[in-house]
Each structure stands twice: as structure tokens, then as C-alpha cells.
């Protein structure tokens, strides 16, 4: 075993204990605090492995190369570890005023957390696996244990979007599987030994003398399946139901995480096209339209939109959009994709707090019965305000940073059409957004609300993604700058 | 060479079209059984020196798609008391026909699509259509069907379309990735039976077609 | 176009020994109830009964009336002329040939609605509406069956098909031969699309279309009957006997002829296990009796 590569096994397995312990216990405050304390043990697990790969620059290996983890999975193991970390705080807030008010039985409790550890269990899956027949085992597994995740109250909104959800799932997962084997397929001509047929990583060696062909159809295959979990239009109708009928926790890693191993999953597949191909930026436009498709989709629905979280869903379909975009525009483009995806996922998981807990405030997800909400939950409000600020792209949040970064790629690589239509989309967005923000923020208070005290750690779940979005848009430390730099330089130059 | 493996093939097309025919779940069910078997037996009638290799896979097949998925199948079935599907979107003949079409045009694709693959000349023949007509005719059971029972369903038929395409890499994808491949596709039939009987003990229905409150 | 006038003893076979084929299948059915059954001659005697019989004509029906039943006969007889027998070509063999055999077919059936259609009583009419519906919805997997034989010898001729030295077999052959029995049940009105001795208009299909014939009519009409039971059950003997090797002229034909009394016997013993389909469900199975037709047509090589 290669130095690291018991890390890499500790992560597969720790959430696996996670369940067994959930499974054991029995209230309901030891089982969410167990859930919280095992998250940030695999997190600190994770962060050492993500220090391994920062500082020694090359990526760990491990299982005979059946386990992977390089620089773009190590920063999508950051990402999701950040999100987890504090979403796992923000279940245990959520959750323990369901508890107060006895909605929170024991049996509910264990479902939530061995939900949450398998929800966990897969995503190490998909993130560390070499092979990419076994992400694609993850991203099934993903998918299911989220689904169950969505209707965890079992109410009937819940149960439809479930099954919405679950449908869709299935389809884009099938799809995603057609283009792996095709994938596989196209090394059909090449000596490649048993195990390697769907290993990533000689893949990646041999990539010049795949059959490109093959490749091509894999790809698009790959795009409409993973497409569809990442909720890139015109496969993104599940995603708003999902979102917006999952607990706040829930829809929280929804869009701060789980749509971004499917793109993950893409990215994996970029490399192999454009290298067998050439470099012929195939593959990358196909992204870049899909990118455009979802920001204008997007656009449109967040300009009608009564509810609040499923504003914020449609949120995520054009940030998905964008990062997509950024992904085909190439270059700079995919360090600037992959800059916004932490800066999107830190901001969305903020945001569906402080709609999530509002929401539970109001009994409400309507904008237009959810008025007056910085002087209701001062900080709640103030944070979804900040949050959809940041959304938006005003500066100086680190989003803003991440688009800007966006519109210099895509003016480096005369990708025009690109551009007018992302500056036209995200304009649209921001009058949009903003105009629901204000009402909701500043508008009239209908009744009297029930004041909530907010204590210290919803001070922190709401100042630490906000304050790392500042810090992030004005400076950006240079070991994670070095850690975005390599990644890029995996899915493309 | 191939003789064995085009006959299973073509009696799988043959049972796809009688599930796009047929209204009732039970039979349907039976004929994802005896193309589970079909299935299992593939492996086999291929030779090649990783003997054991093909049996596992086979015996995996036939646990998997022959016993555990049509055992849930049936208890979802007598669970949320439905027998039949009853006036699908699309309706039994015409879907039918679609499935036959499908499977003439996958004929027609097939010498070419095997080209550009670059699959080797004495490739099966049926391979191709008989995965492509399945699947299509799972995603036009999933498509079309208004209860979400016959929906499982058609995602069951759907995986074994993808399982015949995936005997293309028999040889090349280690058994392991297989055996998590079938694994994945049991614990999604068997989550998807799940949340559908949820729907069921709380709407007391499984009509798709009611299931949309969410729109915007 | 060629004609072989030494094939005229297969016709001449084919119109002395049908009447015994329609014959068989109610023995087959007696002997399953248990019953000793009407003799295997009985439908000769029939026959000849209702030849010796004067008919019966309703006022209110024309001359459509009794030409019908003569032109639907002849048309049958003609369609014998295209008939082969494994080593005996068609009388009348010519390139195409299989398209006029099957719209024969059709033709006779066309008269034999006509017919109905002329006594103007609703029954009739009703009866007619429901041939001609599975009528249309047979013809495709007649024509699909002969097509993917032609398809398979690569000729245009029915005469050439069985005749070839490669014969159809396989899969494709269990196909087409399971869409042919299917076509022979259809074709001769038998369960499971039509039942034959029902005794409720309302369910009957080609019985309620000649309630109105009476003396010669209807025996020309239970020969037309009987022609079509072995036209259709030879086809499938000869396709189901291709496969065995030649030995001498005759062995082949009598063992095909062998094939379609085993087939008689098989239609009885269907007739008496499984029971009549209900009319909603009945063009489900002729479309799908199609679909299998258009597969077998589609891989065959």
C-alpha cells in the first residue's frame, strides 16, 4: 500500500460505520450529534488526504489503482467536504427544532443520518474511484439515497418530486451507463488488459489511439445521462420539484453538491474526447450549448417565480449552466468553472439555509407571504439576502470573481456567442433576483412572526460561507489557487 | 459461432414485443423472467477461456433477474393491488408497432453502427437490435404507462436492453465492476419499489398522471 | 410465365382430399369431449347433400347473392393453380406470382362479403364488418411470411422457395411457422379468432355471414372452406418438411401431407383447449402475429 492510500480506504469505509452506529442508537439528539461529530471526522480524514495531494503535487493511488484521488477530485473532495461540514451543522439546527416540537421520532432520526452517511458513502465512491464503471455504480447509488432523502416527511409534494426525481434519475443514469460502456467500447481495437478497459487513469494514457468515433457517441450519451442528474436544461425538469419539496438540509447538498459530481463525472470525460479527437473542441462546444441552453432556460423561469427555494433551484440550473460553459469555453474557462463551482456550492448551501429556515418561520416557501424577513430572523433574512446578492455576481463575492473570470475566457477564445448570451441571461437573473430579494428582504411584515433568537451557530453557519465568499472574491489562497490550477489542467488546457 | 446467442437474442425481441403488447403486470413480470433466463444463459454461449468468470456472471444474472427483482416486482404488484394497466398514454397496439419499428431501424443501423464501434466482423448479428429494441421498449413502458408500477417495470426491461449491450465488454470489463453494475441495477429497482409504495400508502393511488402539482 | 401441367395432380389432390381435412378437425374435437364423433367422410356427404338440394333466396336479395359463393369458390381454385407441393411447382409459376396468390385470397373473401353485405339483414352485415377487420389485419402477416421465405431464397416465385437447396430454419423458421398456424387459425375463422360452432350471432364472425345460404350456396361455401384449411396448412407443411433432405419425388409430399393432417389434428386440439378470445383482444393477436412476421422478415437473411 502506497503512502496515503489507507486515507483513501478510511473514507470509503467511515461513512459505512456512520450507518451502523445510526442504526444502533436510539434518540434522536445522540443520533443527529453522532452524524455531525462523524462528518467532521471524515472531513479532517478527507483534509489530509487533500493536504497529501496538495503538497506532494502528484496524485494518490491506491487498491491497484482500483481508488484515485488527484488534484480534480481532490478539490471536488474539498468542495464537498466544506458543504457537508457545514450542512451537517445546519441538520442538526434544522432538525432540532423539529425535535422541540416532537416531529423528530427516533426511527425518522435513523433514517435521516444512515441516509446522510450512505448519501456520503457514495459520493467517496464516485470521487475516489478510478474506474469508471464504479462511479457510475456511485452515481446510481447517489441518486437512490437521495431520493429517499427528498420524501424523508414523507409528505405527498415530497413523494411526487421523489418519484420525479427517481424517474429521471434512473433514465439519466441508464444513458450515463450506455456512453461508460460505449467508452469502453471504443478500446475495443487496443490491447488493454481486463481491468483496464474502464480504468480512468489508462484510459487517459492510451487516450490518443481510442477510437474517436466510439468516444463521440459515449460522450454524448455521457452528457444527456450525467446531464440530467447535473439538471442542465432541457433535462432539468426534476430538479426544481426536487429541490424545492426536499428538507432545506437535503436540498442543500442537492445543489451545493450532489449536481456537481455529476458534472464531476463529465469533466472526467472531457479529456479522453478532446485528446482522441484530437483537440478538436467537439466535445467543448456540445458543453457550451448545453451551458447557454440552461442559463436562458433558467433565466426565464427565475423571473416568474413564486417560490422561494425553487427560485433558488433554478439558481443552480444556471450556475450549473455556467460552469458547464465554462468547462467548453476551454482554457481559462475551465479554471474559471471550477473556481465557481466552490464559490456556488458555499453560496448555495447558505442560501437554502436561510430559505430553510425561514421557511420553517413562516410555514411558507411563497415570496409573497415571506416579506419582511430581515426584521423578522434578522440573520436568517440578512443571510438569503447576502446569499442571492452573491448569487447574482455582485462584487466583490467571490461569484462575481469566478463570472469575471468567465467573460475574460471566453473573450480570450472568441467564444462571442458565448458571451452575449451568458451577459444576457445573468442580466436578466440579476433584475430578476434581485427584485424578489428586495420585496422578500425589506417588504412589509404581514403579522407578527414568531421572533426567533438566532444563537451562535447560526451566526456561524451564516458569517463563515459569507465571510469565505469575501475572502475568496478578493483573495484566494495560493494552495488552493495551485489545487483549481491542476485541476483545470486535468479536464483541459 | 454466434447461433446459440442470436436464437436467446431473438427470443428476447420476441418477448419484448408481448410486453409491449400486454396489459397485464403479471405477464409482464413473466416475460422479464424468461428474459432474465435468456439473459443468464447469454454469458455462456460465448467461448472463450474465462469460463469461470462467465459463470459467475450468469449465475448473478439469473439470482438477480430471474428470483429477487420479479419477487419484488410481484409484492409491489399485490402491495398497491394493481393488475393491469389501464388506458396508457400511449396505447398497447400502437406502442407495439413503435417497438417493431425500432427494432427494424436498429437492424438497419446495426452493420453501420458496428463500423464505426469498430466492433470485429464476426460480431453477433442480433446483438445490437435485440439491445436496442429493449431498452427502447423499457424507456417506451416508462414513457407511457400511467401507473407508476408498470413504470418499474419498464426500467426492469430497460436493464436487461442495457445488460445484452453491455455482453460487448464480456470478456474486457472486469467482474467486479459487473457484479456492481448488477448490484446497482437490484438496489434501484428495489428503491424505485420503494418510494412507490410510498406514494401508495400515502395518496392511495400510483397514477402518474396525478402526480403533477409541481409545475414552474 | 411457365406453366407445369404435370402439377395439376397436386391441384387435383388438393380439391379430391380437402373436404377429409375439414373432416378431421371434429373428430379430434369429439374424440377430446369424449364423444365418438361424425364420420371422417361426413363433409363429402354434406357435400353432396346440399348439391342435391334446391336453394332458398330471400326477396330482398340480388344477383350479388348467388354469384358470390361460385366466385368465391373459383377464386380459391385459381389460388391452387399457384400452389407448389416441395418438388412440384406451381401449375402456373411466374415471377410475382405470391402477390396474386394472396390477393386471390383476399378477392375470395371479398365476394364472400359481398355476399353478406347483399341480404341487407344486420347480422350479416355485422359479421361482414368484423372479416373484413381481421381480414386486413391477417393479410400483413400472410404477406410477411411469404415475403421473408422469398426474402430468405432470394427469389421472387413461390414455386422456387421450397425447392431451394437452403431452405429457411432456425429461429426465423420457428417465427414464421407460429405466425403461419396463427394465419390458418385466423383464415379459417377457428379459436381462438372466430369459433366455428358457436351458436350466439352476437360473438360469431364468419358463421353469421352466411346464416342466409342455403343448398348449392352453401356448398360451395363449406368447399371454399375447406380449400382454404389446406391451402393455408400446406404452406405451413411445406415450410415446416423444407428442411429434410429429398428422397425420391413422392416421400416429401406425403410426408408434408403427413404435416397438414397432424395440423388438422392441431387445430382440433387447440379448438378444444383454449378458449375463443374476446373480439377487443382478437386484432391485438393478428397485429402481433404481424409484428412477429415483420421480425422473422427482418432477420432473415
Wanted: aromatic share 10%; hydrophobic share 55%.
Amino acid at each position: 500500500m502506497r503512502d496515503g492510500g489507507v486515507l483513501l480506504w478510511l473514507l470509503l469505509f467511515l461513512p459505512l460505520v456512520g450507518v451502523a452506529v445510526c442504526l444502533v442508537l436510539k434518540s434522536p439528539r445522540k443520533i443527529l450529534l453522532t452524524t455531525c461529530g462523524g462528518i467532521f471526522a471524515i472531513g479532517a480524514v478527507a483534509a489530509i488526504a487533500i493536504a497529501i495531494v496538495i503538497i506532494r503535487g502528484t496524485p494518490i493511488l491506491a487498491a491497484n489503482d482500483w481508488l484515485l484521488l488527484d488534484a480534480l477530485s481532490a478539490y471536488h473532495l474539498l468542495v464537498m467536504i466544506l458543504t457537508f461540514a457545514l450542512t451537517t451543522l445546519f441538520a442538526v439546527r434544522y432538525f432540532g427544532d423539529e425535535l422541540r416540537v416532537n416531529h423528530f421520532p427516533t426511527s425518522l432520526a435513523r433514517q435521516f443520518s444512515s441516509l446522510w452517511f450512505g448519501i456520503v458513502a457514495s459520493i467517496m465512491t464516485v470521487l475516489l474511484s478510478n474506474n469508471l464503471g464504479v462511479m457510475w455504480v456511485g452515481i446510481e447509488a447517489t441518486t437512490l439515497v437521495a431520493s429517499l432523502l427528498i420524501s424523508l416527511h414523507g409528505q405527498p409534494l415530497a413523494l411526487e418530486a421523489s418519484w420525479k426525481y427517481i424517474l429521471l434519475g434512473v433514465v439519466g443514469g441508464t444513458f450515463a451507463f450506455i456512453g461508460t460502456l460505449t467508452v469502453g467500447i471504443s478500446t475495443y481495437r487496443l490491447p488493454v488488459e481486463t481491468s483496464g478497459c474502464l480504468m480512468w487513469t489508462q484510459l487517459m494514457a492510451c487516450a490518443k489511439t481510442l477510437n474517436p468515433e466510439a468516444l463521440k457517441i459515449a460522450f454524448i450519451f455521457l452528457l444527456t445521462g450525467y446531464g440530467t442528474k447535473v439538471g442542465l436544461a432541457p433535462m432539468h425538469s426534476w430538479l426544481p420539484d426536487a429541490h424545492s419539496q426536499a428538507p432545506a438540509p437535503v436540498s442543500a447538498i442537492f445543489s451545493g453538491f450532489l449536481l456537481n459530481l455529476s458534472l464531476y463525472c463529465i469533466m472526467r470525460y472531457i479529456p479522453l474526447v478532446e485528446v482522441a479527437t484530437n483537440h478538436a473542441r467537439w466535445s467543448l462546444r456540445i458543453m457550451v450549448a448545453f451551458g447557454i441552453i440552461s442559463i436562458m432556460i433558467s433565466a426565464a423561469f427565475i423571473l416568474v417565480q413564486h417560490d422561494v427555494k425553487r427560485l433558488l433551484a433554478y439558481h443552480s440550473v444556471e450556475h450549473m449552466g455556467i460552469i458547464t460553459m465554462g468547462l467548453g469555453i476551454g482554457g481559462l474557462g475551465v479554471l474559471a468553472g471550477l473556481f465557481h463551482t466552490l464559490n456556488h456550492s458555499v453560496c448555495k448551501t447558505l442560501s437554502f439555509f436561510c430559505a430553510g429556515r425561514l421557511g420553517q418561520l413562516y410555514g411558507t416557501h411563497d415570496m409573497e407571504q415571506l416579506s419582511g424577513v430581515a426584521r423578522v430572523a434578522p440573520v436568517w433574512g440578512i443571510g438569503l439576502f447576502a446569499s442571492i446578492l452573491a448569487l447574482i455576481g455582485v462584487a466583490p463575492f467571490a461569484i462575481f470573481m469566478s463570472e469575471f473570470q468567465l467573460v475574460k475566457a471566453a473573450l480570450d477564445n472568441r467564444a462571442m456567442w458565448a458571451l452575449v448570451f451568458f451577459l444576457f441571461g445573468s442580466s436578466a437573473i440579476f433584475v430578476g433576483a434581485l427584485r424578489h430579494a428586495m420585496s422578500m428582504t425589506w417588504g412589509d411584515t404581514a403579522a407578527d412572526k414568531s421572533y426567533d433568537k438566532a444563537n451562535i451557530i447560526d451566526y456561524v453557519l451564516v458569517l463563515f460561507p459569507l465571510g469565505l465568499l469575501l475572502l475568496l472574491g478578493l483573495w484566494i489562497p495560493e494552495f488552493l489557487w495551485n489545487l483549481i490550477q491542476n485541476a483545470a489542467l486535468i479536464v483541459g488546457k | 459461432m454466434y447461433e446459440w446467442m442470436d436464437t436467446c437474442l431473438v427470443a428476447i425481441l420476441v418477448l419484448d414485443l408481448y410486453i409491449l403488447g400486454t396489459s397485464r403486470l403479471i405477464a409482464v413480470i413473466q416475460a422479464t423472467i424468461v428474459q432474465g433466463m435468456l439473459l443468464g444463459i447469454l454469458p455462456l454461449t460465448v467461448h472463450s477461456q474465462e469460463t469461470i468468470h462467465h459463470w459467475i456472471l450468469s449465475i448473478s444474472v439469473l439470482l438477480s433477474n430471474v428470483f429477487l427483482m420479479p419477487y419484488l416486482a410481484i409484492l409491489l404488484i399485490r402491495k398497491v393491488e394493481i393488475r393491469r394497466e389501464v388506458e396508457p398514454f400511449l396505447e398497447f397496439t400502437p406502442s407495439l408497432m413503435i417497438g417493431m419499428a425500432i427494432a427494424f431501424i436498429s437492424f438497419w443501423i446495426a452493420p453501420y453502427s458496428q463500423k464505426i464501434l469498430q466492433l470485429p466482423q464476426h460480431f453477433p448479428r442480433m446483438l445490437m437490435p435485440a439491445a436496442i429494441t429493449t431498452a427502447m421498449s423499457g424507456f417506451i413502458i416508462l414513457a407511457t404507462r400511467r401507473k407508476a408500477v408498470t413504470q418499474v417495470l419498464g426500467y426492469l426491461v430497460m436493464e436487461n436492453g442495457i445488460y445484452i449491450w453491455g455482453l460487448t465488454l464480456l470478456d474486457k470489463m472486469p467482474l467486479l465492476v459487473e457484479l456492481g453494475v448488477i448490484l446497482g441495477i437490484f438496489m434501484t429497482v428495489m428503491v424505485m419499489a420503494t418510494v412507490c409504495y410510498r406514494v401508495y400508502l400515502r395518496l392511495g393511488h400510483v397514477n402518474v398522471d396525478e402526480l403533477s402539482n409541481l409545475k414552474g | 410465365m411457365t406453366w407445369h401441367w404435370s402439377s395439376l395432380s397436386v391441384v387435383l389432390a388438393a380439391l379430391l382430399l380437402s373436404p377429409l381435412l375439414l373432416g378431421i378437425i371434429p373428430r379430434v374435437k369429439a374424440w377430446f369431449a369424449g364423444r365418438q364423433g361424425q364420420p371422417l367422410f361426413q363433409v363429402y356427404y354434406d357435400l353432396a347433400k346440399l348439391l342435391g338440394k334446391g336453394a332458398v333466396y330471400s326477396t330482398t336479395t340480388t344477383w350479388v347473392f348467388r354469384l358470390g359463393p361460385l366466385l368465391s369458390l373459383s377464386t380459391i381454385a385459381a389460388s391452387l393453380l399457384l400452389l407448389p407441393m416441395l418438388e412440384f411447382p406451381a401449375t402456373l409459376q411466374f415471377s410475382g406470382d405470391f402477390l396474386l396468390f394472396v390477393y386471390l385470397f383476399a378477392m375470395a373473401r371479398f365476394f364472400a362479403i359481398l355476399t353478406a353485405m347483399d341480404t341487407g339483414s344486420s347480422f350479416e352485415g355485422m359479421g361482414a364488418s368484423r372479416e373484413a377487420i381481421f381480414a386486413t389485419l391477417t393479410e400483413p402477416a400472410l404477406f410477411l411470411s411469404l415475403a421473408t421465405l422469398l426474402k430468405h431464397n432470394g427469389t421472387m416465385s413461390l414455386s422456387e422457395v421450397f425447392l431451394s437447396a437452403a431452405p429457411l430454419t432456425g429461429t426465423t423458421m420457428i417465427l414464421i411457422a407460429f405466425v403461419l398456424l396463427i394465419v390458418l387459425l385466423a383464415e379459417n375463422c377457428r379459436v381462438p379468432v372466430d369459433d366455428p360452432t358457436t351458436h350466439l350471432e352476437l360473438t360469431m364472425i364468419h358463421e353469421v355471414m352466411v346464416l342466409d345460404n342455403s343448398g348449392p350456396d352453401l356448398a360451395f361455401i363449406t368447399y371454399t372452406a375447406s380449400l382454404k384449411l389446406w391451402i393455408t396448412s400446406n404452406i405451413l407443411a411445406q415450410l415446416l418438411v423444407a428442411p429434410f433432405p429429398e428422397h425420391g419425388a413422392l416421400l416429401r409430399p406425403l410426408l408434408a401431407f403427413t404435416t397438414m393432417v397432424l395440423l388438422a389434428m392441431l387445430v382440433g386440439v387447440i379448438e378444444s383447449t383454449i378458449a375463443r378470445l374476446r373480439l377487443i383482444y382478437v386484432p391485438k393477436l393478428l397485429v402481433g402475429a404481424s409484428m412477429l412476421a415483420l421480425l422473422g422478415f427482418t432477420i432473415a437473411r
